[in-house]
């Protein structure tokens, strides 16, 4: 095997620029695959990161009636629908893949809400004392909501950085002063999100999914949301994964706990926004598109095929004489067929080696040129090479069997 390797490279080395033409169709081929699939990992892999957010692993839950997400800033109190509870919440985050729950209510886009003169028409929540530790928010400046919040009501309000540049006009907000509908609320602190995954805006589209959440927002106790609100309104629910991976697992089985425990009748029901089933619908929205793209480039595989048989019948007619002498001084046939078998796969081993190369270069290139993501994928190059190889097997099959049959008299006499 090692004396056919060593044959098999001095042989390319000896014809270095007609080996690198039969190469090139498998080069051209092994690229092309490499880089489309380079391409879709990172673009699928980008999805996933817009979609997820910030990347706290966070599901939200909310309360559905036929099947839509049921308004409650324009809608009824529904009917056989209780509150979630703290006992409720210490069920769900014994639920396996949740760390940690939290309810809370909102409204996406508040009114009634000034700071003097200026208005705010951002997003409102009523959240309880674990809702910054479920979303990973941490306290830039002032405080947070303590015990005493909670228990002895207090109108206190908490904003994010983004509110505090926005309605603040730059100043400090912490000890002023808003009216959330008459009332008065003393803002305590200021928060931010801790960004995993900053989501890439390209289009239109991307900026309308994620601009109600960059708007910003402002928290109060919900305690103190039936002060300005209704009483008893159902929250929503969020909870905290322990990893990406199980998200949606742990998702569907707190919204299901939420409706068999908080809900009489068939009406309404818990569901949760399974940010993964929406990363993978987009995903496959695209798939059918790259896997044809991956079909055309093969092509280029077959052609390099191609290619192969035809250099190697060409090396066959030219080392006739040497394959007669070999048979006549006792070479058996199966010597001489894995010698040219293995010539023709250590031929497309090399071009698949520089195709891989070759196809991790073009991906990074058109990434920076073009501004697509990109991402390796070990296994399609590993499965790459690979294939270049089988490649050279297959097509090298019928010249290595050409020339282990050949009668060694009539090659003896060949000129």
């Not at 060593?6 to 051209?28: N, P």
């Not at 210490?90 to 939290?102: F, M, N, T």
């Not at 409706?259 to 798939?287: C, F, M, P, R, V």
Request: net charge negative; glycine share 10%.
């Amino acid at each position: 095997m090692f004396e056919n390797i060593g044959l098999a490279f001095q042989g390319v080395w000896s014809h270095k620029l007609r080996s690198f033409l039969t190469m090139l169709g498998i080069i051209i081929g092994i690229a092309a695959i490499i880089t489309i699939v380079s391409t879709i990992k990172g673009t699928n892999e980008q999805i996933k990161k817009n979609l997820i957010g910030s990347g706290t692993n966070t599901v939200q839950i909310s309360l559905n009636r036929d099947g839509n997400e049921y308004d409650l800033q324009w809608s009824a109190l529904p009917e056989g629908v209780r509150t979630v509870t703290e006992e409720d919440l210490s069920e769900l985050r014994k639920l396996e893949g949740v760390k940690e729950a939290s309810a809370y209510r909102y409204r996406s886009y508040a009114d009634g809400i000034f700071y003097g003169n200026t208005a705010y028409s951002g997003a409102l929540y009523g959240i309880d004392s674990h809702y910054f530790a479920a979303n990973n928010y941490i306290i830039n400046s002032g405080r947070g909501f303590t015990a005493d919040d909670y228990t002895k009501y207090r109108k206190t309000a908490i904003v994010e950085s983004t509110v505090a540049s926005s309605l603040f006009n730059g100043e400090d907000p912490v000890g002023r002063t808003i009216e959330i509908m008459s009332e008065p609320y003393t803002v305590v602190g200021v928060v931010s999100q801790v960004v995993v995954n900053e989501p890439v805006i390209n289009n239109l589209q991307d900026y309308y999914m994620y601009s109600a959440e960059s708007g910003g927002t402002i928290f109060i106790p919900d305690v103190c949301w039936d002060i300005s609100y209704r009483y008893d309104e159902p929250q929503r629910v969020v909870i905290r994964a322990k990893t990406t991976d199980e998200m949606a697992t742990a998702g569907k089985a707190a919204a299901d706990w939420l409706s068999e425990n908080l809900i009489q009748g068939n009406t309404y029901a818990y569901k949760a926004s399974d940010l993964l089933e929406q990363a993978s619908n987009l995903q496959s929205l695209s798939q059918t598109t790259n896997n044809q793209l991956i079909w055309i480039a093969g092509i280029s595989l077959l052609v390099g095929g191609i290619g192969v048989m035809n250099i190697m019948l060409v090396s066959v007619t030219e080392r006739t004489r040497e394959i007669g002498l070999k048979i006549a001084i006792g070479a058996r046939g199966r010597r001489i067929l894995w010698q040219f078998l293995t010539e023709a796969a250590v031929l497309t081993l090399m071009g698949g080696l520089l195709g891989v190369g070759a196809g991790i270069g073009l991906a990074y290139m058109l990434s920076n040129v073009m501004g697509t993501p990109v991402a390796i994928s070990i296994p399609a190059c590993v499965i790459a090479v690979a294939f270049s190889t089988l490649i050279g097997i297959i097509f090298g099959l019928v010249p290595a069997v050409k020339a282990s049959r050949l009668n060694p008299i009539e090659a003896l006499r060949h000129e």
